[in-house]
């Protein structure tokens, strides 16, 4: 959600996997298996596909968002991948401007050189590029910026205690202004009450996610999930 005008700008893909005896699984449940089988570039780009496809329908239903998919680190070995990303904007007939790639601190600095060479790939190709988790890794934001970055997200562990701890507020309200010194957009990840949602909005955060926004829902619903807030207001 748009921090200034308390209107929903984008969405983020969370994969799940319908597990015929389990249940519903989430990722941490699948993904490092996906790691170790060598899985997860098929799933990667499978995501991806999905997540354009369904881009491509709420383009056509006048639906603007900008959607995020997360990549693994694995990810980040694969030469291939700004190619296979281009040819899936291609077909999908979406702008590479609406979609933005989030990965982990940990997942560029297992290989900086590596990471730094393909995030550029996928910088020329006007994507956007995000750090999740910001804060719970060991780079500084300082050295972040040195590669292709556009975003910071602010890991939840900081934002869900900033309304109940200063330390925390504190913590957020120096990562904003950093952030912004170096021309980097803001979004905070776990905001689950308004009282945080206000507080985020005098320290000038870009932008929000949680819970307090919105849960996981399928694609389908977002339409009149939007209606709704249009009508009600936030």
């Keep these: ?76 070995q694969s030469s291939r991948l700004p190619e296979q990303i281009s040819g899936l904007l291609t077909s999908s007939g979406v702008s590479s401007s609406q979609l933005e790639l989030e990965l982990t601190e940990s997942a560029i600095m297992a290989n900086p050189k590596q990471a730094a060479e393909i995030l550029a790939s996928m910088k020329q190709m006007g994507l956007l590029i995000a750090v999740d988790d910001f804060g719970t890794g060991y780079s500084s934001l300082a050295h972040l910026h040195r590669l292709p970055i556009d975003v910071i997200k602010i890991d939840k562990s900081f934002v869900m205690k900033m309304a109940t701890e200063a330390q925390d507020a504190v913590i957020v309200r120096s990562m904003i202004h950093l952030a912004h010194n170096l021309n980097l957009k803001v979004v905070a990840e776990g905001v689950e009450n308004r009282q945080t949602i206000d507080m985020l909005r005098t320290m000038g955060c870009d932008m929000a996610q949680g819970y307090y926004i919105s849960h996981p829902r399928p694609a389908e619903e977002l339409p009149r999930r939007l209606q709704n807030w249009v009508e009600s207001g936030f």
């Design 1 to 76: 959600m748009d921090l200034a005008s308390l209107r929903l700008a984008g969405v983020e893909a969370l994969v799940r996997w319908k597990h015929p005896q389990l249940g519903i699984l989430t990722p941490d449940h699948f993904i490092p298996l996906a790691e170790q089988t060598g899985l997860i570039m098929p799933l990667t780009l499978w995501v991806f596909n999905e997540a354009l496809r369904q881009c491509n329908i709420w383009n056509q239903e006048t639906v603007g968002l900008d959607v995020a998919v997360n990549l693994s680190p694995w990810n980040l």
